[in-house]
């Protein structure tokens, strides 16, 4: 097995110019899946002209977007700039979507900086055609901040609406058994039943509390590594059955690691799909590729380049300088 990890690129900027060598597509160009079935674009999620263009007569069922949560470029912008750029692609999604369809949004609240941007992006949403429907929080299993503070675990995931779009949440059973006995037993043909006999599956049905789900690291079949933001392909397909339908085209305008488009690839969904980083970019279409020619959905131990890694003397190098150290976090 290889060992040739790639460390986060987000903390090795020095490794860009060694990768983009070999990225497809540039700032404004969108790649369209061979097959027909998916798009990837090098656009700026918040250029309404530049998502219309991505869309072209789609429009898509569902959005599931995980934006840096206020680190744009490295740089914590003020809160205030930060609301106003996600105003924008907001806008944009607004455009991209059907009349009757579902936005989900991952956002984070710093605990060392009053809790934003989560409560500034609430209150913005509200401003906007979306109706808020739940509020999700995913367990992490890694955690910071045992010694000083409650170990911080969670990961927040909102759930907005326009119109009445698809919910097929019946077939939402997570893996966890149904241990407990329920507090009310119910009358049905005039026998006291408990909970859980009356429910359709041993599981517990999926709320809005995840704590079923693992999360991403190098161990993992799905790690992608070099990327730094990783969502499980679980938490990924957990939405797309909840609320799209078959062939429906799923939106996720920053990508990263393509964890969106391979969950929908893998329900038989369309995604159309971006991110403003050519690497992020090729880096998602190299993974749909793999999943088509292997059946495997990362690279695990190795990475997206590992080609060019044998065969780039120079790249080969750059990697032997940086040590690798990714362990993937939201
Ligand atoms: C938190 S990561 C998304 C992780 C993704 N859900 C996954 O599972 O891999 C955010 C991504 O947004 C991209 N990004 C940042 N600003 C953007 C913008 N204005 N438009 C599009 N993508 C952007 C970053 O390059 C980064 O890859």
New binding site residues.
């Given amino acids: 097995m290889k060992h040739l990890p790639l460390p986060r690129l987000d903390r090795h900027p020095d490794l860009r110019p060694y990768l983009l060598r070999y990225c497809r597509i540039r700032e404004g160009e969108i790649w369209d899946d061979p097959v027909g079935l998916h798009r990837v674009g090098c656009?700026?999620?918040?250029d309404a002209r530049q998502v219309a263009a991505l869309m072209g007569d789609e429009r898509a069922a569902l959005a599931i977007h995980?934006?840096?949560y206020n680190l744009?470029a490295f740089e914590q912008r003020a809160i205030e700039g930060y609301i106003a750029w996600c105003e924008r692609w907001v806008a944009a999604t607004r455009q991209a979507l059907l009349p009757d369809s579902s936005l989900y949004v991952w956002l984070g609240a710093d605990q060392t900086a009053g809790l934003q941007p989560l409560p500034d992006f609430m209150i913005m949403m509200r401003r906007t055609p979306f109706r808020p429907r739940s509020y999700i929080t995913m367990r992490n299993q890694r955690g910071y901040g045992t010694q000083h503070n409650w170990m911080a675990v969670r990961q927040e995931l909102l759930y907005y609406v326009v119109g009445e779009p698809t919910f097929n949440i019946e077939a939402e059973y997570t893996d966890i058994p149904k241990i407990l006995r329920g507090y009310y037993k119910k009358d049905v043909n005039g026998k006291a039943t408990e909970n859980i006999e009356r429910g359709k599956s041993e599981h517990i049905r999926a709320g809005n509390v995840w704590v079923d789900i693992q999360q991403v690291f190098y161990r993992l079949e799905e790690n992608v590594s070099g990327?730094y933001?990783?969502?499980p392909l679980k938490s990924c397909e957990r939405i797309i059955r909840a609320s799209s339908g078959r062939e429906d085209v799923v939106l996720d305008?920053?990508?990263?690691?393509?964890?969106?488009l391979i969950a929908a690839e893998q329900l038989g969904r369309r995604c159309y799909t971006?991110?403003?980083?050519p690497v992020?970019c090729e880096i998602m279409i190299r993974r749909i590729e793999r999943l088509r020619a292997t059946g495997r959905t990362g690279w695990q131990n190795s990475n997206p380049f590992e080609d060019e890694c044998e065969t780039d003397g120079e790249l080969r190098q750059m990697l032997g300088m940086s040590a690798p150290d990714k362990l993937s976090s939201g």
Avoid: E, M, R, W
Avoid at 43 to 46: G, Q, S
């Fill in positions: 656009i700026d999620a918040a995980d934006p840096p744009v990327c933001a990783q969502k305008l920053f990508g990263h690691s393509g964890s969106t971006s991110d403003i980083d992020y």
